[in-house]
């Protein structure tokens, strides 16, 4: 997603569905899947990961998020041109 030569929805869409203006760009979601995926169910119990208000208590969480911003933060040097 990071080297999309498109907007930031663009780069939105990709991050969190794996496509860009409808086409497939990558395998899966690279933000929501692995909350669900690492963070996952054991038993009938969620992860806290999976978890929207306990995510943070979960250590991957803040690795996770900052390999989610550093896609964003090289989009935007890719596509410094396109920042409004």
Same mark, same amino acid.
């Given at each position: ?22 086409? %497939?760009?990558?395998?899966? +979601?690279?933000? +929501? ?7 996952? %169910?054991?038993?009938?119990? +969620? ?7 306990? +995510? ?25 041109? %396109?920042?409004?």
């Amino acid at each position: 997603c990071a080297n999309l030569d498109a907007y930031w929805y663009d780069w939105y869409e990709c991050v969190e569905q794996g496509t860009a203006g409808g086409v %497939k760009v990558v395998s899966g +979601s690279l933000h +929501s899947g692995p909350h669900g995926q690492v963070g996952g %169910k054991s038993g009938d119990d +969620s992860g806290d990961l999976e978890d929207v208000a306990s +995510s943070p208590n979960d250590p991957i969480f803040f690795f996770h998020h900052a390999d989610v911003d550093r896609n964003a933060y090289w989009w935007m040097y890719v596509n410094s041109d %396109k920042r409004a």
